[in-house]
T-cell receptor
Framework: AQTVTQSQPEMSVQEAETVTLSCTYD???????LFWYKQPPSRQMILVIR??????QNATENRFSVNFQKAAKSFSLKISDSQLGDAAMYFC????????????FGKGTRLHILP | DARVTQTPRHKVTEMGQEVTMRCQPI?????VFWYRQTMMQGLELLAY????????DSGMPKDRFSAEMPDATLATLKIQPSEPRDSAVYFC?????????????FGPGTRLTVL
């Protein structure tokens, strides 16, 4: 069974600095999808960025980028120029490309932005 | 702007009462997921539907919880009788099988408090 591990329950970063959130996963599959979701205090789950395992190029969305290391089964999220609005819980997630609709979520990392 | 909607947003009830939560998936989506989020357990998958058929409800306490999709535009999650340990935020999410990433889009959640 696939698992997703986020080893940092909480992190803090100074406003305008860069922070990296870690995520590792375990799977025997070769094709899959990875996601980062953000959950701000409003509780709304928002998709931040996504990556297909067969794409070697790391995904980027404005200030958000990932470092996808397939061999290491690592999928970290980098937030550049951190803003107060980035304070949230961040969830790493995995979905098999085999036809399963279910997404497996990590436990989350709470990110604090220090002014 | 297509969104998943959930009602009610907040519900306070007394132990033993029936609770019904409703979800309207994004029009055209064919998968619906119910999650429960608590501080202790994180995000738990309760039930999952594809094309209105229940595919997985292994995460749901069978004795008191039930999930249905009366039609493609409505999913319901019912708790009867409710207990204080059911207090949590319940999320509905929808997706579209066959779409490349098949990411899930979340509703705003229902915060349930059982006294």
């Amino acid at each position: 069974a696939q698992t997703v591990t986020q080893s940092q329950p909480e992190m803090s970063v100074q406003e305008a600095e860069t922070v990296t959130l870690s995520c590792t996963y375990d799977t025997s599959e070769s094709d899959y999808y990875l996601f980062w979701y953000k959950q701000p205090p409003s509780r709304q789950m928002i998709l931040v960025i996504r990556q297909e395992a067969y794409k070697q190029q790391n995904a980027t969305e404005n200030r958000f980028s990932v470092n996808f290391q397939k061999a290491a089964k690592s999928f970290s999220l980098k937030i550049s120029d951190s803003q107060l609005g980035d304070a949230a819980m961040y969830f790493c997630a995995y979905r098999s490309a085999s036809g399963d609709d279910k997404i497996i979520f990590g436990k989350g990392t709470r990110l604090h932005i220090l002014p | 702007d297509a969104r998943v909607t959930q009602t009610p947003r907040h519900k306070v009830t007394e132990m033993g009462q029936e609770v019904t939560m409703r979800c309207q998936p994004i029009l055209g989506h064919n998968t619906v997921f119910w999650y429960r989020q608590t501080m202790m357990q994180g995000l738990e998958l309760l039930a999952y539907f594809r094309n209105r058929a229940p595919l997985d409800d292994s995460g749901m306490p069978k004795d008191r919880f039930s999930a249905e999709m009366p039609d493609a535009t409505l999913a319901t999650l019912k708790i009867q009788p409710s207990e204080p340990r059911d207090s949590a935020v319940y999320f509905c999410a929808s997706g579209l099988t066959g779409k490349t990433y098949n990411e899930q889009f979340f509703g705003p959640g229902t915060r349930l408090t059982v006294l």
